[in-house]
């Protein structure tokens, strides 16, 4: 049965700033992947119709293995709107079904991905962000690591303000 996981949240920093978390490689690379991962890789696609592949690095003590996804991008309207289905993929963007990869039976093959911008103006920008799949257990591991992933983009503009203010 698909379940729909929602997060939202509040950064200190422009739309336009935001925006270039999902359009831009280097910043791509310092949110994706849960707590303790890194994404040593992003090689990004950024239109309709195309598609970005993103690497995620398990720690060292759980395997170190590189775990790939492919975000095939539906619809993009600039600063609003970004649609894709994320899927696991190889380093190619070729798609892999997660049981070729050991992922419990029922880890969702597609994840129909919706992200909101909302420019709050004053320097702050609101993302919602959709999930929608048939997550099985992989419900709550899911939420969990997209939470941290959020965490992990607001640390960025966090950081930005930090050397603002020692300027």
């Known amino acids: 049965?698909?379940?729909?996981?929602?997060?939202?949240?509040?950064?200190n920093a422009?739309?336009?700033s935001v925006w270039k978390c999902w359009t831009e490689p280097d910043f791509v690379m310092q949110w994706w992947g849960p707590d303790n991962f890194i994404s040593p890789k992003?090689?990004?696609?950024?239109?309709?119709n195309n598609f970005s592949i993103v690497c995620m690095r398990a720690p060292i003590e759980s395997g170190g293995q590189d775990m790939y996804n492919v975000w095939s991008y539906k619809k993009i309207v600039l600063?609003?709107?970004i649609e894709y289905i994320q899927n696991l993929s190889d380093e190619h963007g070729n798609i892999v079904d997660p049981a070729r990869l050991n992922?419990?039976?029922?880890?969702?093959?597609?994840?129909?991905?919706?992200v909101t911008f909302n420019n709050l103006g004053k320097c702050k920008t609101e993302i919602t962000f959709r999930e929608y799949a048939d997550f099985?257990?992989?419900?709550?591991?899911?939420?969990t690591g997209l939470e941290q992933c959020l965490n992990k983009m607001a640390e960025i503009f966090n950081k930005s303000l930090s050397k603002d203010n020692t300027k």
């Open 1 to 11: 049965m698909k379940q729909e996981i929602i997060v939202t949240r509040i950064f």
């Open 14 to 16: 422009p739309i336009e």
């Open 42 to 48: 992003a090689t990004i696609n950024f239109q309709e």
């Open 79 to 81: 600063y609003e709107t």
């Open 103 to 114: 992922m419990p039976s029922d880890f969702p093959k597609d994840t129909e991905t919706k």
């Open 136 to 143: 099985g257990q992989m419900f709550v591991p899911a939420k």
